[in-house]
């Protein structure tokens, strides 16, 4: 059975970088999207970055210019880099990959903490 699993999360100091990793334990074709998701405590889950099979990427207003997302297809891989964290930036981060607009894999979420 596939699994995403996720790795990179931990505590850092406000303006410090992390750098997320999820990748699949096997192959996966036709993946339309793989993006990253958080959730931080009492509030709802937010997409935080996508990037398309084209290679576009989207991003949500408050990361945009900190965080940046890439993926290997032929990996079956997806990164956050992550750099300036501010405290709000503190959540669970679960990875996504999008199987023809059918489906989804999630990771088990890797927590992030930015605290001085």
């Known amino acids: 059975q596939v699994q995403l699993v996720e790795s990179g999360g931990g505590l850092v100091q406000p303006g410090g970088s992390l750098r997320l990793s999820c990748a699949a334990s096997q192959s996966i074709f036709n993946i339309y999207v793989m993006a990253w998701y958080r959730q931080a405590p009492g509030k709802e889950r937010e997409l935080v970055a996508s990037?398309?099979?084209?290679?576009?990427?989207n991003y949500l207003l408050s990361v945009k210019g900190r965080f940046t997302i890439s993926g290997d297809n032929a990996e079956n891989t997806v990164y956050l880099q992550m750099n300036s964290l501010k405290p709000e930036d503190t959540a669970v981060y679960y990875c996504?990959?999008?199987?023809?607009?059918?489906?989804?894999?999630w990771g088990q979420g890797t927590q992030v903490t930015v605290s001085s």
């Open positions: 990037v398309n099979r084209s290679g576009s990427t």
């Open positions: 996504n990959f999008n199987v023809r607009g059918l489906y989804d894999y």
